[in-house]
Structure formats: C-alpha cells, structure tokens
C-alpha cells in the first residue's frame, strides 16, 4: 500500500533493527520515509526516537517535528546502531515530570500512596535470553505487575481507572485526567480522537 501514497504522505516506521534504507527501496517517494519511534510508556515519555534513512528530506522531517510537537512530543535523532530503551530510573523521572506537569496545569490534588508496578529483571526484555525462560518467568513473576498496569490511569499512574472517554470509548484513565484533558481540549491518549465527553464508573 505504500507504494501507491501520493507524494505528500509520510510513511514512517517504528522497526527498532530492521534496516530502513533497504525497507524503502521500492518506495516511489523516497524522502518521505523516516523511521519514528515512540519510547514505553508513551503516556508519559515525551521523546521520539526520530532515525531518518538515506533519502529522508529535511521537509519531511520538519513536518513530522509540526505534527509530534501538536501533541507534545520532543523529536531526537538516534546517535547509534543501537535504539534507545530507557531503564526503570529513566521511566520514573519521566513519570515523576508528567504528574507534576498535570498538578501545575489543573491544580488537581494528586492522591498519594499508589505507586508505578515495579520493572523488575523478571520482565524486562533481554534480546539475548533464552524465549522459553522469558516464557516461564513471565508466568511466574509478571502477574501482579499486569494486573497492576491495567487498572492504574495511564496518565498519573496513581489514581485507579474510573472514566470512559466518550465517544471512543477507551477506558484508560482516572476521571480527574479524562476531565483535565477534556478541559484542555486535548485527544484521546490512546487514538488521538476528539474527547466528547467523560462518564465516571463507579466499581
């Protein structure tokens, strides 16, 4: 399909070791094609890891920078070989900035006592394990931290989930930042839609 885009669509993708230049060689459009990333958890990591290939123009590039900064996004380019995953610390100083962004912004009084699940070794991807170990202590270890993951909100991650986000219907948040980002006239966090409305639930 992407062979037939017309010269003023960007096509990106977010391969974290397959070679780009080689994945855009039949392309037509050649300087549209850029590899762009959004780095876990993108509810609260800002960066985008940007990794332009060859042919990448500087237009195409300027308009990707537009288009993330419209949704509060930070582009960077990859400096290595390597793509860019960040370690527990580094999540929880970017989860620590976005709450504290929110509480300047809303003056929301943020509940305390609830913390992010754990990123222990257990679940952690090693693209050097063995997949069968990977398997087992996933089963063995992951399930709390699963459970945990979704019923926390995906935006403060310290208030349990009680909205849904009409008319989408996602059911990701608290139902004091469904209301902030619908003050804010900010979109779904999960496709980006235009928030008509937020229900709260009552469990």
């Keep these: 399909a992407a062979q037939f885009a017309s010269a003023s669509v960007i096509i990106c993708s977010n391969t974290m070791r397959l070679d780009l230049d080689k994945m855009s060689e039949n392309l037509p459009h050649k300087e549209n094609f850029v590899g ?3 780095l876990f958890p993108v509810y609260y990591v800002p960066e985008i890891e940007l990794n ?3 042919t990448t123009s500087t237009q195409t590039i300027a308009a990707l ?3 993330l900064e419209r949704m509060d996004k930070v582009l960077y380019f990859r400096s290595s ?3 860019l995953i960040l370690d527990e610390e580094q999540r929880e100083t970017r ?3 976005q709450i504290e962004s929110l509480k300047k912004s809303s003056g929301v009084m943020v509940v305390r006592g609830r913390t992010l699940p754990g990123l222990t070794s257990s679940n952690r991807f090693n693209h050097s394990g063995n997949r069968s170990d990977l398997i087992e202590s996933g089963n063995n270890n992951g399930n ?3 459970a945990n993951e979704n019923v926390d909100c995906s935006i403060c991650m310290d ?3 009680n909205s849904v986000i009409r ?3 996602h059911f990701v948040t608290c139902y004091e930042c469904a209301r902030l980002l619908y003050n804010r006239k900010d979109p779904c966090p999960v496709c980006r839609k235009r928030i008509d409305d937020v229900i709260r639930v009552y469990t």
């Design 65 to 67: 920078r537009t288009l």
């Design 52 to 54: 332009p290939t060859k």
């Design 36 to 38: 762009a990333r959004f």
């Design 144 to 146: 709390n931290s699963v």
């Design 167 to 169: 008319s989408c219907n």
């Design 95 to 97: 989860r620590k900035a």
């Design 159 to 161: 208030r349990p989930r």
């Design 81 to 83: 070989p390597d793509p």
